[in-house]
């Protein structure tokens, strides 16, 4: 597509609840980039794919995060057993590669806003 | 660790004078700096890179490695320069990760 897609825009959910978060990269950007962004605050690495791999999930804040990118395009963020510090705006960024230089630089989606409540 | 510090949250200008949003940033190797921007209901986007050494929007920003900062400047602000600014850091190694500053609001009054 033109850009990057999120979806939904915005989720509320229950505490305790499961949660799912899409992320549609520009066609043909091979890494793709979950942040996280709480009020207040810059946004924060959670996961890196290169292709269909998590190159780097260092940022994951535990166990109940997790990524996946099965076909090296889409990628769904889920999160189990929501909490209310869960409560952010999460966004994706994809680049054509990873590396330095003008042509890496990212492009982000809109961002989705997830509410625990 | 690398970090990105950003010490203003607020800053107000009038409309027409010079505007400069501070980055200090914390990193032992050789960094790439950005500066990202968002204004009001928009996706963040990129503003400029120092490897670029661009003015996009008549915003400059100089790495200075003696003093660990990468300052952003316009000498004359516009009201449409009104949003969020984010200083970042790419690091040599991890030539992927970004580390944000707080960021710093920008409110040009007419």
């Known amino acids: 597509g033109a850009g990057v897609s999120q979806t939904p825009s915005n989720k509320v959910t229950e505490k305790g609840k499961y949660v799912e978060l899409r992320c549609d990269p520009i066609?043909?950007?091979?890494?793709l980039y979950w942040y996280r962004q709480s009020l207040g605050q810059g946004p924060e690495f959670l996961i890196y794919f290169q292709g269909t791999g998590a190159a780097d999930d260092s940022g994951l804040p535990n166990d109940r995060f997790f990524a996946v990118r099965p076909e090296g395009s889409v990628s769904t963020l889920k999160i189990q057993r929501t909490e209310r510090g869960d409560s952010a705006v999460y966004l994706c960024a994809s680049s054509l590669s990873a590396g330095t230089g003008v042509n890496y630089g990212y492009t982000f989606g809109s961002g989705t806003r997830l509410t625990v409540v | 660790a690398q970090r990105v510090t950003q010490p203003e949250k607020l800053l107000s200008v009038f409309k027409g004078a010079p505007v400069e949003l501070k980055c200090n940033y914390s990193y032992s190797g050789s960094p790439e700096l950005f500066w990202y921007v968002q204004y009001s209901r928009q996706r963040l986007q990129l503003l400029l890179r120092h490897i670029s050494r661009e003015s996009i929007k008549g915003f400059t920003a100089d790495l200075n490695k003696g003093e660990t900062s990468f300052h952003l400047k316009k000498p004359f602000a516009q009201e449409e320069d009104s949003a969020m600014y984010y200083c970042a850091l790419r690091s040599g190694g991890s030539n992927y990760k970004l580390t944000f500053g707080k960021g710093t609001l920008l409110t040009v009054n007419p």
């Open positions: 066609s043909g950007h091979t890494a």
